[in-house]
Nanobody
Framework: QVQLVESGGGLVQAGGSLRLSCAASGRTFATYVMGWFRQAPGKEREFVAGISRYGGNTNYQEAVNGRFTISRENAKNTVYLQMNSLKPEDTAVYYC??????????????????WGQGTQVTVSS
C-alpha cells in the first residue's frame, strides 16, 4: 500500500504558476505509475497528466499540454505538477493517484488504486 499527500495548491491570478507536490509513503515508490487528476464542481474527475515508473514517459491532457509539466523524484518519493500560464478553467481540486499494476500511463480514474485527499487550485480572472 501507499499513502499519498498533496500540497502546493492555492489561489493564483490567471497567467500565474503553481507547483503541486505529492509525497508518497513506503519504499516502493518507483514501482508505481503516477497520475494527476482534477475535479471541478459539478464535473467528473478528469486526467491531467501521468508519468511512468522511472519518469521516462509522460502523458498530458490536451488542454494542459505545453503549460503543465509532470515530474518525479523517486529518491524523495515525490511527484510534481508544475502548472504555468494558469487559466480560470484550471480551477479544481487536484488529486494525486498511484497504481502498481499498470504497465502504461492510464488516463481514467478507475485504473488507479491509490489516491490522495486533494488540494484546491483556484485561478482568478
Amino acid at each position: 500500500q501507499v499513502q499519498l499527500v498533496e500540497s502546493g495548491g492555492g489561489l493564483v491570478q490567471a497567467g500565474g504558476s503553481l507547483r503541486l507536490s505529492c509525497a508518497a509513503s513506503g519504499r516502493t515508490f518507483a514501482t508505481y505509475v503516477m497520475g494527476w487528476f482534477r475535479q471541478a464542481p459539478g464535473k467528473e474527475r478528469e486526467f491531467v497528466a501521468g508519468i511512468s515508473r522511472y519518469g521516462g514517459n509522460t502523458n498530458y491532457q490536451e488542454a494542459v499540454n505545453g503549460r503543465f509539466t509532470i515530474s518525479r523524484e523517486n529518491a524523495k518519493n515525490t511527484v510534481y505538477l508544475q502548472m504555468n500560464s494558469l487559466k480560470p478553467e484550471d480551477t479544481a481540486v487536484y488529486y494525486c493517484a498511484a497504481d502498481r499494476d499498470l504497465s502504461y500511463i492510464a488516463n481514467t480514474p478507475a485504473q488507479y488504486n491509490y489516491w490522495g485527499q486533494g488540494t484546491q487550485v483556484t485561478v482568478s480572472s
